[in-house]
């Protein structure tokens, strides 16, 4: 069994940054994949960043691209995802997905391939 918990969010105003982190316990993988998903008020919930290992570089989706950083730490077990010049169209409850198969690239987006998740935790950008 593999606990995964998230850490962070909160309350920010437009174009400030924040972290959100995800602990995954209970297993070591030698290989596998780490993602952030989101879910807005009333939408389904979707894609925002992956990281693979070994060897996989990070994902993104568009609407994040070059605002949102993803990044791991292999002996924490830990992945955080660093969000700047926040928009209030990110706010959201911020999943963390955990795989120990190392997704191929076309997969990384699709929840269903994830087998563990965290409870979640929010973040809501408004002024």
């Known amino acids: 069994q593999v606990d995964v918990v998230e850490s962070g969010g909160g309350l920010v105003q437009p174009g400030a940054s924040l972290g959100v982190s995800c602990a995954a316990s209970g297993r070591t993988f030698s290989s596998g994949t780490m993602a952030w998903f989101r879910q807005a008020p009333g939408k389904d919930r979707e894609f925002v960043a992956a990281?693979?290992?070994?060897?996989?570089?990070?994902t993104y989706t568009d609407s994040v691209r070059g605002r949102f950083t993803i990044s791991r730490d292999s002996a924490k077990n830990t992945v955080s995802l660093q969000m700047n010049n926040l928009r209030p169209e990110d706010t959201a409850v911020y999943y963390c997905a955990v795989d120990n198969r190392r997704l191929i690239l076309s997969r990384v987006r699709f929840e269903g391939d994830y087998s563990y998740w965290g409870q979640g935790t929010q973040v809501t950008v408004s002024s």
């Open positions: 990281i693979r290992w070994p060897s996989g570089g990070p």
